[in-house]
């Protein structure tokens, strides 16, 4: 029997005809009538609000206006493609049929997760650079261990070097290298006592790379300078796309280009490319070291842009499949 779905309302008089109306050709095309109230779901809702009465039969939809015979037409199409899937008895038609003959706990597991996703993001993206600041915290505790722990799980992830990452409990919030030519600050060779770091005799980055701070420079965040702007501003935007009501529209990809990929591109490119020591290039691209706030800027605007970018596609996704199971379920006994 074909299941046959009505979006309605309360105090609707052409929802209650479209209901008529399914009613009077109940004995020549024998259904089942699911009515969904769109107040229920705010997706619903927003999909709605302005189309209803809607039914739904098999893939087939009408929107307002449509009469008793236009309901007919569909409900003989929808009923000869049923039939048609029946005889053929594809394993994946009888599959469907028998997946939505019942909720399973995946499918309660997957409504959950579409109604809370943006929650489970902010939380995932707090930990992921919390966990960072909180690696100087315990150094400075004295949880050497837990702290050392937090380093060596970031380590695949970042480059963690001393002279691009934000230090805590020192006497500065950072330690640029001399090339970054930044006035006022010590410097991480001067900090450190280590020799040129750009001098192959010199201490070397990877061992920058491990040097994690003392009592009086502080302690070294896990993650460097750029990678904390892109994620807590990534986090930034999922608390704010919340508070608007994920009504914020995705960034157009152009402008994602141009303000997430364009600027950290260019200084982080700029950045390594000029370190190469190709003197070719150098006479192109002067050596260059970025500096603390334009890691941060660039880095932000990457992050910023790209949740932009992807949070309201996800949201699209997401309502979808919320709207799928709240159908699903209205349509099966309790």
């Keep these: 029997m074909l299941t046959v779905t009505l979006y309605t309302k309360q105090d609707c008089h052409l929802c209650e005809q479209a209901k008529a109306d399914l009613e009077s050709l109940q004995g020549k095309y024998p259904h089942r009538l699911v009515e969904i109230d769109i107040h229920s779901d705010p997706d619903l809702l927003k999909t709605y609000l302005l189309e209803i009465p809607v039914v739904e039969i ?86 050497v261990v837990p702290a050392n722990a937090i380093y060596t799980l970031y380590k695949p992830l970042c480059h963690q070097f001393g002279f691009r990452s934000f230090f805590l409990f020192g006497e500065q919030a950072y330690y640029p290298l001399e090339e970054a030519d930044i006035q006022g600050v010590m410097t991480f060779e001067e900090a450190t006592g280590f020799p040129d770091l750009e001098n192959p005799a010199g201490y070397s980055r990877f061992e920058a790379r491990n040097f994690v701070g003392n009592e009086t420079m502080g302690y070294k965040m896990a993650l460097c300078e750029r990678d904390m702007a892109i994620y807590a501003s990534i986090f ?41 020591q190709w003197s070719w290039l150098a006479h192109i691209l002067p050596y260059r070291e970025s500096t603390p706030f334009l890691r941060v800027l660039t880095g932000g605007l990457f992050g910023f842009a790209t949740a932009w970018f992807a949070y309201p596609s996800i949201e699209e996704s997401m309502s979808d499949t919320r709207q799928f199971f709240v159908k699903k379920f209205a349509s099966l006994p309790k």
Excluded: C
């Design 236 to 276: 930034l935007f999922g608390v704010l796309y919340a508070l608007s009501g994920r009504r914020l529209k995705s960034l157009h990809w152009a402008l994602w280009i141009l303000i997430g990929m364009g600027p950290v591109g260019l200084d982080g490119f700029s950045q390594l490319f000029s370190q190469m």
């Design 58 to 143: 098999g893939p087939y939809v009408l929107k307002y206006p449509f009469d008793s015979q236009k309901l007919a037409i569909t409900l003989g199409a929808a009923g000869d493609r049923r039939g048609q899937l029946d005889k053929l008895g594809r394993d994946d038609h009888l599959q469907r049929v028998e997946r939505g003959g019942q909720i399973t706990r995946s499918d309660r597991v997957l409504y959950w997760v579409s109604r809370h996703y943006l929650a489970l993001l902010n939380l995932v993206m707090l930990v992921y650079f919390g966990l960072p600041i909180l690696a100087p915290a315990l150094m400075k505790a004295g949880f």
